[in-house]
C-alpha cells in the first residue's frame, strides 16, 4: 500500500544534484510502474511518466505536472595534503554546511565531515562572521596519498543525512526542494487510479531546474502540454521569513503574471468543493520555478504553480508537513478528473466577441 512518507524517504536519502539526477530518474521508473502507461526522456535526462486519458489512444489533450529532482549540492575543487575544498552546485548556503556528514563520490563512496579552522587559530573579526565556502574543507580520514587516489577534482560532494521524524506529521530532510513535489505527483498517479480522466497526464520530473529551468525548458518543448502545473516549495512561517505559508495549511497557490488567472481560478473553486485548504502565494514578477519556463515554451502554456510550504530552505533540515503533500495531491486529482474538451475554450484571453 502507498504510504507518502516511505516514498519520500525513499527520494530524499537518493543522491542526485544538479546535472546528476540518473539515481532519481532510476528510483521513479520503479516507483511510477505501475501508476502509469509509459515512460519516456527528453534528451537532458528529464522523466515524464505518461498516463493516458479514458480515450488511450494518445490523441487526447495532455497536462503536464512538473516537479524538479535535482538536489542542491557541492562538487571537488581542490585536493590538498588530503582535505577536499569545494564547488558549490547551486544554492549551498554555506552558513549552514560546517560539521554537516556529507558523502564524497569519488572512485567508490567514501563519507566525511566539513571542516574549517578552529575557533582558536581566526582572528577576532572572522570569529564574528560566517566562513565562507572556500574556506570549508571535506575530511574523510584518509591518508593525503590514498584521497588523491580515490577522488578527483569535479567529483560531486552530497550532504548525508535520513529523513526525521518530529512532531505533528512534520519531517525534516534534505533534497525536500523538490522531492516533495515528485511524492506530490505520486500521490496525484494513486489517486487517479480510481479516476476516469479523459486527457492525457504527463508527470514529468525535471532536471537542472536549480541551475537554471533547463529540464523544465527541454521537457515542455517536447511534451507540447495543453497546460501545465508546476510544483515547487514555498517560503514557510518561520523566524526572519514574512509573509510565509503555514504548515498543514495546505499548498500555495501562485498568483501573478507567470500564472494563468482562469487556470488559477479553477484551482480555487476545485479546492473550495472538495473543502481542501490553500494559501495565497503572491508572486509578481519571475517566480524562478519551472513555471517560468514552462509558460513561454513554444507558443505558450497556460501554467499555474502550486507550491508546498518549506521551512528551512536549502539546507539539510528542509522541514514541511505530510499533509501539505497529500492535500495537494488530492487537488491535482479532482482537478484533472474535472478536465474536458471545452476546458481549453474557458481559458481564452480573448475579450469575448458581441454577438
Not at 121 to 140: E, G, H, N, Y
Not at 234 to 255: D, M, T, Y
Request: charged share 25%; aromatic share 6%.
Amino acid at each position: 500500500m502507498y504510504d507518502p512518507k516511505d516514498h519520500l524517504k525513499r527520494l530524499v536519502e537518493t543522491h542526485a544534484p544538479s546535472g546528476y539526477e540518473a539515481p532519481v530518474a532510476e528510483l521513479l521508473r520503479g516507483e511510477w510502474a505501475d501508476l502509469v502507461d509509459e515512460f519516456a526522456s527528453d534528451r537532458l535526462g528529464s522523466l515524464i511518466g505518461i498516463k493516458r486519458g479514458a480515450s488511450g489512444n494518445g490523441s487526447a489533450r495532455k497536462i503536464m505536472l512538473a516537479a524538479h529532482m535535482d538536489e542542491i549540492g557541492l562538487m571537488v575543487r581542490e585536493i590538498e595534503d588530503g582535505f577536499i575544498y569545494l564547488h558549490r552546485v547551486s544554492g549551498i548556503d554555506a552558513r549552514v554546511m560546517l560539521a554537516q556528514p556529507v558523502l564524497v563520490h569519488g572512485e567508490r563512496t567514501l563519507p566525511g565531515v566539513v571542516a574549517t579552522m578552529p575557533p582558536h587559530m581566526l582572528t577576532a573579526a572572522d570569529r564574528k562572521q560566517f566562513q565562507p565556502i572556500d574556506s570549508l574543507v571535506v575530511d574523510v580520514g584518509l591518508p593525503a596519498a590514498e584521497v588523491e587516489r580515490l577522488v578527483r577534482i569535479g567529483d560531486l560532494v552530497t550532504v548525508e543525512g535520513a529523513l526525521l521524524d518530529l512532531k505533528g506529521r512534520k519531517v525534516a530532510a534534505k533534497a525536500m526542494d523538490d522531492r516533495a513535489c515528485i511524492a506530490v505527483i505520486t500521490t496525484c498517479l494513486e489517486l487517479l487510479r480510481g479516476v476516469n480522466h479523459s486527457w492525457d497526464v504527463y508527470a514529468t520530473a525535471t532536471v537542472q531546474e536549480e541551475v537554471g529551468l533547463r529540464g523544465a525548458t527541454t521537457a515542455a518543448n517536447y511534451i507540447e502540454p495543453d497546460c501545465a502545473i508546476a510544483l515547487d516549495v514555498g517560503f514557510a512561517e518561520q523566524p526572519g521569513v514574512s509573509p510565509g505559508g503555514k504548515l498543514g495549511g495546505g499548498p500555495q497557490l501562485g498568483i501573478g503574471a507567470n500564472f494563468h488567472p482562469k487556470l488559477v481560478e479553477r484551482l480555487q473553486k476545485v479546492a473550495a468543493y472538495y473543502e481542501i485548504p490553500w494559501q495565497a502565494d503572491i508572486m509578481p514578477a519571475r517566480t524562478g520555478t519551472d513555471a517560468w519556463a514552462i509558460q513561454v515554451s513554444r507558443e505558450g502554456v497556460p501554467t499555474a504553480l502550486l507550491s508546498i510550504p518549506l521551512r528551512n530552505m536549502h539546507s539539510p533540515v528542509e522541514t514541511l508537513d505530510l499533509k501539505d503533500i497529500e492535500r495537494t495531491g488530492r487537488l491535482l486529482a479532482h482537478f484533472i478528473g474535472q478536465l474536458d474538451e471545452s476546458f481549453m475554450d474557458r481559458l481564452s484571453l480573448m475579450p469575448e466577441q458581441a454577438p
